[in-house]
């Protein structure tokens, strides 16, 4: 009898794990009044094909398929992926007090509805790789916030954002030291 287990109790451990996120406080979730076409703009921010949904998505699935050889990486990953679930909230709580519905369909400028999708997603099976799209998803979704916060009138949103931001940045450092550790 074969006593070998293909069990995970004795792999990696996740207990204990924190959001990856800068300590600053947020903002307070509040807007200056009811705005639909802001809401539009945050809603590509939350189910986008860069937005925190599609970021949280996948960097859960690449701690899933990293946790059991390489879990440090793992664990810094499962972190990235915490701070961005925080940050889909924070964005959700937004487009409702501008007046915009969460149901995971991005509003975009030109009028379509675009509804999230997993086709959002870049997959790669080596780690090097994982993180290299991560690096450049979390840029890009800094391009993205930036450019919303200049069409958005907003101090309070536009504070939410720009603490978004910071995340972000600390993202792409935590990934370069990643990549850097994987290399090396």
């Not at 590509?44 to 949280?56: N, T």
């Not at 899933?64 to 961005?84: D, F, H, N, P």
Request: glycine letters at 6%.
């Amino acid at each position: 009898m074969d006593n070998t287990c293909n069990c995970l109790e004795d792999s990696c451990n996740f207990m204990g794990i924190r959001p990856a996120m800068v300590d600053l406080p947020y903002p307070a979730i509040k807007v200056r009044g009811r705005n639909q076409a802001y809401a539009n703009l945050l809603s590509v921010d939350y189910c986008g094909s860069v937005s925190e949904l599609s970021a949280l998505t996948q960097y859960v699935n690449n701690e899933s398929r990293l946790s059991l050889e390489k879990c440090a990486m793992a664990k810094t990953i499962l972190g990235i992926a915490m701070a961005e679930m925080m940050h889909l909230q924070k964005l959700g709580q937004l487009i409702a007090l501008l007046g915009g519905t969460v149901d995971y369909t991005a509003k975009l400028q030109n009028g379509k509805r675009m509804l999230w999708t997993p086709e959002h997603l870049s997959l790669p099976d080596c780690a090097g790789k994982m993180i290299s799209v991560g690096i450049e998803g979390e840029k890009a979704a800094i391009n993205q916030y930036r450019m919303h916060m200049k069409m958005m009138d907003d101090p309070y949103v536009n504070a939410v954002l720009a603490r978004i931001i910071k995340d972000e940045e600390y993202h792409i450092m935590l990934l370069q030291a990643l990549w850097n550790e994987a290399k090396g």
